[in-house]
């Protein structure tokens, strides 16, 4: 396994996801964009890179981010599936005080001063 690489991976659906939970996320992680759907071939390549991986899901709570999630529930059972509160519907959208107890509660580590405060680092 090579080192250069974080262990921890979250799946999102967005462009704009992925840059609001990055200036929360403090540790190395990875995060992957779906871009809303994944086809069977890009499903299967995932796999085989997310094989020795800690997998997070943190996808919309609306119709399409749970299409996604079951998905990833068939295909990926092993993954860690994260919620956020269903009146913000999307992690693009939500407080990022919010976020950060979610990522939290999933052992992300996060910018303290994102809980101090509730604002975004780097943004």
Same mark, same amino acid.
């Given at each position: 396994?090579?080192?250069?690489?974080?262990?921890?991976?979250?799946?999102?659906?967005?462009?704009?996801?992925?840059?609001?939970?990055?200036?929360?996320?403090?540790?190395?992680?990875?995060?992957?964009?779906?871009?809303?759907?994944? +086809?069977?071939? /890009?499903?299967?390549?995932l796999?085989?890179?997310?094989?020795?991986? %800690? $997998?997070?899901?943190? =996808?919309?709570?609306?119709?399409?981010?749970?299409?996604?999630?079951?998905?990833?529930?068939?295909?990926?059972?092993?993954a860690?599936?994260?919620?956020?509160?269903?009146?913000?519907?999307?992690?693009?959208? +939500?407080?990022? /005080?919010?976020?950060?107890?979610?990522?939290?509660?999933?052992?992300? %580590? $996060?910018?303290?001063? =994102?809980?101090?405060?509730?604002?975004?680092?780097?943004?």
């Amino acid at each position: 396994m090579n080192d250069s690489y974080p262990n921890k991976v979250l799946i999102v659906e967005g462009k704009s996801d992925k840059q609001k939970v990055g200036s929360i996320v403090k540790e190395p992680i990875e995060i992957i964009c779906t871009n809303g759907t994944i +086809s069977v071939t /890009k499903m299967d390549e995932l796999i085989d890179f997310l094989e020795d991986k %800690d $997998v997070y899901i943190l =996808v919309d709570a609306d119709e399409a981010g749970e299409k996604l999630r079951k998905q990833f529930k068939r295909e990926l059972p092993q993954a860690e599936h994260l919620y956020i509160d269903r009146m913000y519907r999307e992690v693009a959208t +939500s407080p990022v /005080k919010h976020l950060a107890t979610v990522l939290l509660g999933a052992n992300i %580590d $996060v910018h303290t001063e =994102v809980l101090e405060m509730g604002k975004q680092i780097n943004g």
